[in-house]
Nanobody, 123 residues
Framework: QVHLVESGGGLVQPGGSLRLSCAAS????????MGWFRQPPGKERESVGV???????FVRDSVKGRFTISRDNAKNTVYLQMNSLKPEDTAVYYC?????????????????WGQGTQVTVSS
């Protein structure tokens, strides 16, 4: 069993930055890729990106150059650094453990979701 807790969300103006954290407890954190997803209001949940066990990262095209994912295995924590935020980044952000499959962008390849943290980008 894995327990994930996201933090760091809030209200930020367009162009601003936030860093989300996802603290994990339970199974061996360093053995699994960790993903970030988001669910904008009234829309389906979508992938944001993933950090593999070796630190390699992939992010969706719409956040490339603005969002960075990293992990600290010693702290059992994964981060999502978000810069140059736009109103369309407004969403509840979730982290999850990737436990199966090849594709990082399918939520069905993930288990153990956090409760989510709200990010609102507005002036």
């Amino acid at each position: 069993q894995v327990h994930l807790v996201e933090s760091g969300g809030g209200l930020v103006q367009p162009g601003g930055s936030l860093r989300l954290s996802c603290a994990a407890s339970g199974r061996t954190f360093s053995s699994y890729p960790m993903g970030w997803f988001r669910q904008p209001p009234g829309k389906e949940r979508e992938s944001v990106g993933v950090v593999l066990t070796d630190g390699t990262t992939f992010v969706r095209d719409s956040v490339k150059g603005r969002f960075t994912i990293s992990r600290d295995n010693a702290k059992n924590t994964v981060y999502l650094q978000m810069n140059s935020l736009k109103p369309e980044d407004t969403a509840v952000y979730y982290c999850a453990v990737k436990t199966r499959g090849v594709s990082w962008y399918f939520s069905t390849n993930y288990d153990y979701w956090g409760q989510g943290t709200q990010v609102t980008v507005s002036s």
